[in-house]
């Protein structure tokens, strides 16, 4: 059973400060890993994509992928409360379907 | 920016009934999947649909749902008779390409059965 696990928070950190958010996968053959937003009561909103190992950073926003180590991580920089939401790993592992993990709900308190 | 837009946004239904979930595509987009997502629960892949086909299904996709592409736009979820556990978020994704490529979700159908 291919699996995405993520700590399901809350995770709790100050206004300006960084956020990391991790997520780790079951599955070796995995190519391609997403990060959605997810305010509640909405839909899953793409923030950032990673196909290869290391860090790719757009905005505040940094995802960084270890294949070796099955890992793929979120770090929001200057962290605002309008980030407040439930952030949701997906992967990709053979096909086009995504596999989701069960969101780490972020909380940045003013 | 293009985006996926999905009808009704709420739906109320009665157990036993059919119901029609419609979303229409990113328009130069060539993948279409539907997930769900129960209350308080993951995301899960429901199907997925490509040049006029099913790609992938799921074990929750069971003979009770079909999908279709009754014209050049639209993309239908049709739940023949609903149950109680059905009742959930409905989103309706698409992608440019298939495995590897970005899917861009709709704002979601909530269906409520009674």
């Known amino acids: 059973q291919k699996e995405v696990e993520q700590n399901s928070g809350p995770l709790s950190v100050p206004e300006g400060a960084i956020a990391s958010l991790n997520c780790t996968y079951s599955?070796?053959?995995?190519?391609?890993f997403f990060w959605y937003r997810q305010y509640s009561g909405k839909s899953p909103e793409l923030i950032m994509s990673?196909?290869?190992?290391g860090d790719k950073e757009d905005g505040r926003f940094t995802a960084q992928l270890n294949k070796a180590s099955q890992y793929v991580s979120l770090l929001i920089r200057d962290s605002q409360p309008s980030d407040s939401a439930t952030y949701l790993c997906?992967?990709?592992?053979?096909?086009?379907?995504?596999?989701f993990g069960q969101g780490t709900t972020l909380q940045v308190k003013p | 920016e293009p985006e996926v837009t999905q009808t009704p946004s709420h739906q109320v239904t009665q157990m036993g009934q059919e119901v029609i979930l419609r979303c229409v595509p990113i328009s130069n987009h060539l993948y279409f999947y539907w997930y769900r997502q129960i209350l308080g629960q993951k995301v899960e892949f429901l199907v997925s649909?490509?040049?006029?086909?099913?790609?992938?299904k799921s074990e929750i996709f069971d003979d009770q749902f079909s999908v279709e592409r009754p014209d050049g736009s639209n993309f239908t979820l049709k739940i023949r008779s609903t149950k109680l556990e059905d009742s959930a978020m409905y989103f309706c994704?698409?992608?440019?390409?298939?495995?590897?490529?970005?899917?861009?979700f709709g704002q979601g159908t909530r269906l409520t059965v009674v």
């Open positions: 997906a992967v990709n592992f053979d096909t086009g379907k995504l596999i």
């Open positions: 649909f490509y040049n006029n086909e099913i790609s992938e």
């Open positions: 990673i196909y290869s190992n």
């Open positions: 994704a698409s992608s440019r390409q298939g495995a590897g490529t970005e899917a861009f």
């Open positions: 599955d070796r053959v995995s190519q391609s």
